[in-house]
């Protein structure tokens, strides 16, 4: 008798034990899924984390450049229709860190004012270049009318949408038919020529 209900009973036990084993399973599984979830949220954030840094350097790039113009007066005034702070290059020629070249260390040897504008717009592009991803500039205007700067970057979170979340999208050109304040503060330059996914901050100052 005795050997009976102990049989009984293991069967009972092996009952049990499968149960416990299927609610194992099943909780790793909502687990699993719950952790996709996690690293989905952790890719997203890490997204929106770059392009906020991005856009705090921005403000602070600003006012390097902007220093340097005040600095400078005589380099910035308009000669001949430009000032010597002027730089519109296309954004795919910006690509490396710019060289110095010829012109002069003004950290190592005094310059004239033309010589400190070229090693003001090398030092701030240099910083440009290493502080923002893919980091390159357009600069239009002078001392009398105000600059327009304009800081461009890659933005590899920049996609879309819906069924477009992997595509890179394109900033908005600039242009006169602009209305809206938030277009014509993130709009480029139409001569600038930017890659998809780069993203463009306007600012506007006067020295």
């Known amino acids: 008798m005795n050997l009976r209900l102990g049989w ?6 092996g009952r049990n034990v499968g149960v416990t084993l299927l609610e194992v399973l ?15 949220l952790q890719a997203v954030t890490a ?5 906020s840094w991005a856009r705090n350097s921005a403000a602070l790039l ?6 340097r113009v005040r600095s400078n007066p005589e380099a910035a005034k308009k000669e001949a ?6 730089f519109k290059t296309a954004w795919s020629s910006q690509g490396d860190v710019p060289s110095l070249g010829s012109d002069k260390n003004c950290l190592e040897s005094s310059c004239n004012s033309t010589q400190r504008a070229a090693y003001d717009l090398w030092a701030w592009r240099t910083r440009v270049s290493r502080e923002m991803p893919q980091g390159s500039v357009w600069v239009d205007g002078n001392r009398d009318d105000g600059f327009k700067v304009t800081l461009m970057w890659m933005d ?13 999208q394109s900033s908005t050109t600039c242009s006169a038919n602009l209305s809206s304040s938030v277009e014509q503060a993130s709009c480029c330059p139409s001569d600038a020529k ?6 463009c901050q306007n600012f506007f100052f006067i020295p």
Do not use: W
Not at 8 to 13: E, I, P, V
Not at 47 to 51: A, G, H, I, L
Not at 62 to 67: Q, R
């Open 194 to 199: 930017v890659a998809i996914g780069v993203r």
């Open 26 to 40: 099943v909780s790793l599984l909502v687990l699993s899924f719950g952790l996709l979830g996690v690293a989905g």
């Open 156 to 168: 590899k979170g920049f996609t879309g949408a819906g069924d477009d979340k992997a595509t890179l």
């Open 81 to 86: 229709g430009v000032s010597l702070y002027e």
């Open 62 to 67: 600003l006012s390097d450049f902007a220093e």
């Open 47 to 51: 997204s929106y984390k770059v392009n």
């Open 8 to 13: 009984k009973s293991k069967k009972a036990l």
